[in-house]
């Protein structure tokens, strides 16, 4: 009776702390019996009274067995004596747990998890593929998952050392608020080796490149120590991820990058796996994991193609979640599509739209996911320019990827890299600010039109970009601010009934609407001007169509 009292008062302790927590068991001296619901995250903490020899090299396992079968979970080492079982359930339902291990302390540990419902309203579980629609991404309760990525490569590196995290639980608030739900981030990075600002000397508060004191195995990336993982730098991440998973943001994360100057073991070396099973191991019970395998992944002459592969078979060996697989590099993934579980691609062509279409039509059983389009909307500092940093062209650009049926990803060149403002809008008035409400609005837009219905039938295109929705009977036409007009009389002469349809536009940079009205199908709709013609790109959207 101690034991559950002190179990259930760490509990409540814990939940009380803010927003960034895992539901925590510590040290159970008995057969335990955890409490928790669909998609939450727990660790059931073991300490051993003696110190265990390579800790990291030790295979631990908690077998979990419930009506949907067995799972062998990976238990993790955690320092200090401790060992983790972390564990989520997409499942409701009793299971059992025994763990299996060499250590005597940990082999034969019991237990029970009585999974019951979830109760939040926004929690829908890990980004899973849809047989029936492989070519978006849905939550594993069957939700569509419009996937709007944010950058921030450094995210890891906010307020690392301190006991709390208040930088990053900021800048988070920011990316939820604004309506992005995945973010595209490192493991780790050291530095860029481009050019920097001089202005960021300035401002040495948002500089996070060159950190000595952050690394992932002990030592520093100038002294590395690969004979073991820094587990203080994981503990942190820990509150990251799962700041993130209260929030319902993604992380898409990078467990390499091969560009950023980063003193990496050889590969395959067994410092090399060991990290890269560690990350696996830790991370793998977090609803809100993506895995990349590295970022930019075969530009740079640090890996080869069977090093990639043999890194996604080891993933998902170890992963019993079998959470998403991506690599960041298109031509691995034009050259390896069975292995990866949706298409990453790279392009700064200004034909971005013909390129987004044709990974679409070249896989029919990917999601396409631009995860970089050259487009890095200016900040305060010139921290890599890339093809454009108008705020309104990279809008653009991320609606170009859109209405080819696919999704995007936004820079900003003030958090993507090692410049990170945390607080961008709490900035002296001449600091330039981003633009973050373009993609609030942006993903308003495609929440009311069910972007999961919608597809690219880019033969009706006339001076835009068309995205029909026919289960709905809806048409979507984007209009550059330069266009004078869009057209669906074709479309709607082909597959439509539009009696009873209804016209509005939608202002891009604004996310105004206009009143909705009565659509009257014209044989000359370039007389039919837009609004905004010169001010904003727009989306005519046509409803109530009914499908001839």
Same mark, same amino acid.
């Given at each position: ?6 179990? #259930? ?46 800790? %990291? ?9 419930? &009506?949907?079968?067995?799972? $062998?979970?990976?238990? %993790? ?61 849905? =939550? *594993? ?16 590196? #906010? ?11 900021? /800048? ?34 948002? *500089? ?38 209260? $929030? ?7 467990i390499y990058v091969w560009n950023k100057l980063v003193e990496w073991p050889d590969m395959?070396?067994? !410092? ?9 191991? $830790? =991370? ?21 193609? *069977?090093?990639? /592969? ?52 070249? %896989?029919?059983?990917?999601?396409? %996911? ?28 991320? =609606? ?22 945390h607080n961008p809008f709490e900035q002296p008035d001449n600091f330039d600010k981003p ?21 690219? /039938? ?18 979507? #036409? ?41 659509? *009257?199908?014209? !044989? ?10 010169? &001010? ?8 109530? /169509?009914?499908?001839?």
């Amino acid at each position: 009776m101690k034991n559950i009292i002190y179990t #259930l008062t760490l509990f409540f302790l814990v939940s009380l702390q803010g927003t960034a927590q895992i539901k925590t068991w510590e040290n159970p001296k008995r057969n335990i019996v955890v409490k928790t619901v669909q998609w939450e995250v727990n660790d059931i903490i073991y300490k051993v009274k003696g110190d265990v020899k390579n800790p %990291f090299e030790k295979q631990v396992y908690a077998v979990v067995s419930g &009506e949907e079968g067995e799972q $062998r979970v990976p238990v %993790f080492f955690n320092g200090n004596r401790e060992w983790v079982f972390r564990y989520s359930s997409a499942k409701i339902g009793e299971k059992i747990f025994v763990i299996e291990s060499d250590i005597k302390e940990l082999n034969h540990k019991k237990g029970k998890i009585v999974v019951g419902a979830n109760e939040k309203q926004n929690r829908h579980g890990g980004v899973v593929l849809n047989e029936s629609d492989p070519q978006h991404f849905y =939550y *594993e309760d069957g939700t569509h998952y419009f996937n709007l990525a944010f950058e921030c490569d450094w995210l890891f590196a #906010l307020d690392y050392g301190q006991k709390d995290i208040p930088k990053t639980e900021h /800048l988070l608030s920011l990316v939820e608020k604004y309506g992005f739900n995945q973010i595209v981030m490192n493991v780790y990075s050291y530095d860029v080796s481009w050019p920097k600002d001089k202005r960021l000397l300035e401002h040495p508060e948002h *500089e996070y490149g060159s950190r000595e004191d952050i690394y992932p195995f002990l030592g520093s990336n100038s002294k590395p120590d690969y004979s073991a993982l820094n587990i203080d730098f994981f503990k942190h991440f820990d509150k990251v991820i799962s700041n993130m998973h209260d $929030r319902e943001i993604v992380s898409h994360l990078m467990i390499y990058v091969w560009n950023k100057l980063v003193e990496w073991p050889d590969m395959e070396s067994k !410092a090399d796996n060991m990290y890269y099973d560690y990350i696996v191991k $830790r =991370y793998q019970a977090f609803p809100n994991i993506i895995w990349d395998v590295s970022k930019e992944a075969l530009h740079y002459t640090r890996a080869t193609k *069977e090093y990639i /592969l043999e890194r996604i078979e080891r993933t998902r060996k170890l992963d019993t979640y079998h959470r998403l697989v991506s690599v960041h590099d298109y031509g691995f993934c034009v050259n390896n599509p069975d292995k990866v579980d949706f298409i990453s691609t790279q392009n700064w062509k200004h034909t971005l739209y013909q390129h987004m279409l044709e990974a679409k039509h070249k %896989f029919p059983n990917k999601p396409i %996911f631009n995860i970089e389009h050259g487009g890095y909307e200016a900040s305060p500092y010139v921290v890599f320019p890339g093809a454009y940093d108008d705020a309104e062209a990279c809008l653009r650009r991320n =609606y170009m990827c859109v209405f080819a049926g696919g999704y995007t990803t936004y820079y900003w060149q003030g958090t993507s890299w090692n410049a990170v403002i945390h607080n961008p809008f709490e900035q002296p008035d001449n600091f330039d600010k981003p633009h973050f409400e373009y993609f609030k609005h942006m993903r308003t837009l495609f929440d009311t039109v069910n972007f999961q219905n919608c597809k690219p /039938l880019e033969k009706y295109n006339t001076a835009g970009y068309n995205l029909t929705n026919e289960k709905d009977g809806i048409v979507l #036409l984007y209009a550059p601010k330069e266009n004078n007009w869009v057209g669906a009389a074709r479309i709607i002469k082909d597959k439509f009934d539009h009696t009873h349809a209804t016209k509005q536009w939608f202002n891009t940079i604004t996310g105004e609407f206009t009143a909705e009205e009565k659509y *009257e199908k014209k !044989a000359l709709e370039f007389w039919d001007w837009r609004p905004w013609k010169g &001010e904003a790109d727009a989306v005519l959207i046509i409803r109530g /169509l009914k499908k001839k």
